[in-house]
């Protein structure tokens, strides 16, 4: 089993949908989760810190449940610039971050 | 954050040679990290690059096959020995944000892109 999973995609949606990703990790001690976004033929950049409390950043909000081992991230009134791969992304406290395969999302105008 | 150039950007190569890549950052970093991410794949990790001495590796990566110069804070090389089409990838130099804390930000190389026929 993968240490990072995530949803396989693509996702197709309709500019201004809600769409979700799903994200799960394997490794119980992991400290630390993040999304990263990458365009296609650039390097993936932060979009967003995952903290256990939930967090939201304009139209974007990700949820973290350490119990179940699952990160979440939720994309409101999507754009066209949306359309990237996002990358979930897992670090334990003083080791290396570890990637998930990417879910690539088209919004489609 | 951090800025960071990588030479070449990308490359054609033969089978059988070697591509040695450049990272620079424009400050001094402890830690470089060297990935690969290969055609609709996301990253690997190949190896941490730490000043002054041996790169540490990740399983299935071994020195012969990819030597790590970290000569100073602000730069290091990635090789590509004895290629073959397998390697062909793009390879990305990172640092991460240099706080001391789980939530550093991890910032990227622009990458770069190896074809070997």
């Known amino acids: 089993r993968k240490e990072v999973e995530q949803d396989p995609g693509p996702f197709n949606v309709p500019e201004g949908a809600t769409v979700a990703f799903n994200c799960t990790y394997s490794?119980?001690?992991?400290?630390?989760f993040f999304w990263y976004r990458q365009d296609c033929r650039k390097e993936p950049k932060l979009l967003m810190s995952?903290?256990?409390s939930g967090n939201e950043d304009g139209r974007f909000t990700a949820q973290l449940n350490r119990a179940s081992q699952y990160i979440s991230l939720l994309i409101r009134d999507s754009k066209l610039s949306d359309s990237a791969t996002y990358l979930c992304?897992?670090?334990?406290?003083?080791?290396?971050?570890?990637f998930g395969p990417g879910t690539r999302l088209s919004v489609l105008p | 954050s951090a800025v960071i150039s990588q030479k070449p950007s990308r490359d054609i190569c033969q089978r059988g040679t070697s591509l040695t890549i450049q990272c620079q950052v424009d400050?001094?970093?402890?830690?470089m990290f060297w990935y690969r991410q290969q055609p609709g794949q996301s990253l690997t990790l190949i190896a941490t690059?730490?000043?002054?001495?041996?790169?540490?590796?990740e399983s299935g990566f071994v020195i012969d096959k990819f030597p790590i110069s970290r000569p100073n804070l602000t730069f290091s090389t990635l090789t590509v020995s004895n290629m073959s089409p397998e390697d062909s990838s793009i390879y990305l130099c990172?640092?991460?944000?240099?706080?001391?804390?789980?939530?550093?930000?991890?910032?990227f190389g622009p990458g770069t892109r190896l074809t070997v026929l």
């Open positions: 990172s640092v991460d944000s240099g706080n001391d804390h789980s939530y550093n930000e991890q910032f």
């Open positions: 490794n119980s001690a992991s400290q630390s």
């Open positions: 995952v903290y256990s």
């Open positions: 992304v897992v670090k334990n406290y003083g080791q290396n971050f570890v």
């Open positions: 400050s001094q970093v402890t830690m």
């Open positions: 690059a730490n000043q002054g001495s041996e790169a540490t590796y």
